[in-house]
């Protein structure tokens, strides 16, 4: 297989809890934190995204802020209000500097949302999925059928507001069995295994991870199975998610595969070291 370039996209911030990163339990004393801490007990991370450059065609995965939710590239509560929850607003601080859109990023490097083969959605929280409405012209846009199956009923529903995706032309796919992952659930992109979705729950039951593979070698896009090394280097895992027995192990598969001889990297969506940059395999 000929090189895959995967170019780092940083499509807006979050400023959130100190807890959310490395909370380590889920309880309502971290939840309450996570929507009220004041700014000093708060930390700014970026929200990545991938644009992929693949034997397959170009690729994306995920799609972060819409210029909406922060039209002057500052935190805009009443314009935030406008698509989040109040609640969400008070969680995410969401910020989406000038340029720093999706479609924006893609028309600075000369292209257009028609051009991208294939968008590839991790999970539905806010900060990735809100972007989506800027690449609809996309020629396929995917979400793991579980995660679509849970963002439409308990408590996700919550977080995972329906007017930033429902109506948009994506695709619903589904897990099989696989080696790979905490759940040992996965999608095959292309029939290939060179682009494997996999499941790696606890943040959402449905969240995917993406693994890039060229030969041995291979790049694995955590989503927010963690937020940075730090997480399966000592096993704390995020103070924010759904299930934390679930996030353990996943966060274990992910410190795993870290580990594997053919590995080039682990990204984690929202590690501050993750800067804007092009990897190559």
């Known amino acids: 297989?000929?090189?895959?370039?995967?170019?780092?996209?940083?499509?807006?911030?979050?400023?959130?809890?100190?807890?959310?990163?490395?909370?380590?339990?889920?309880?309502?004393?971290?939840?309450?934190?996570?929507?009220?801490?004041?700014?000093?007990k708060r930390v700014t991370l970026p929200v990545c995204c991938y644009l992929i450059e693949h034997p397959h065609g170009l690729l994306l995965v995920d799609a972060g802020w819409c210029r909406g939710v922060s039209p002057n590239g500052i935190f805009d509560r009443k314009a935030a209000a406008k698509l989040?929850?109040?609640?969400?607003?008070?969680?995410?601080?969401?910020v989406l500097p000038a340029g720093a859109a999706i479609h924006e990023q893609l028309e600075e490097r000369g292209?257009?949302?028609?051009?991208?083969?294939?968008?590839?959605?991790?999970?539905?929280?806010?900060d990735h999925v809100a972007g989506v409405q800027h690449i609809t012209g996309?020629?396929?846009?995917?979400?793991?059928?579980?995660?679509?199956?849970?963002?439409?009923?308990?408590?996700?529903?919550?977080?995972?507001?329906?007017?930033?995706?429902?109506?948009?032309?994506?695709?619903r796919v589904y897990y099989r069995g696989s080696p790979l992952g905490s759940n040992r659930w996965a999608i095959d992109v292309f029939g290939d295994e060179s682009v494997m979705m996999v499941n790696l729950p606890g943040h959402t039951d449905g969240m995917a991870?993406?693994?890039?593979?060229?030969?041995?070698?291979?790049?694995?896009?955590?989503?927010?199975?963690?937020?940075?090394?730090?997480?399966?280097?000592?096993?704390?895992?995020?103070?924010?998610?759904?299930?934390?027995?679930?996030?353990?192990?996943?966060?274990?598969?992910?410190?795993?595969?870290a580990a594997e001889p053919g590995c080039v990297g682990v990204l984690c969506s929202h590690d501050p070291a993750v800067v804007p940059q092009t990897i190559l395999f």
């Open 209 to 257: 991870a993406v693994l890039l593979r060229n030969g041995g070698r291979f790049l694995l896009l955590a989503a927010d199975a963690a937020f940075s090394p730090r997480n399966w280097e000592e096993d704390i895992t995020p103070g924010f998610g759904m299930f934390r027995d679930r996030q353990l192990v996943s966060l274990r598969w992910v410190g795993q595969m």
């Open 1 to 40: 297989m000929s090189k895959i370039k995967v170019h780092v996209l940083h499509c807006g911030t979050i400023t959130v809890s100190e807890s959310v990163p490395y909370g380590n339990k889920i309880d309502l004393l971290n939840t309450g934190r996570q929507l009220f801490d004041s700014d000093r």
């Open 138 to 171: 996309a020629k396929r846009i995917i979400l793991p059928e579980d995660e679509y199956f849970w963002a439409c009923r308990t408590v996700y529903r919550a977080r995972q507001p329906w007017s930033l995706w429902m109506d948009y032309p994506i695709e």
């Open 84 to 94: 989040l929850p109040g609640y969400l607003v008070n969680f995410y601080h969401p």
């Open 111 to 126: 292209l257009r949302a028609e051009d991208l083969d294939l968008v590839m959605l991790t999970h539905l929280d806010p």
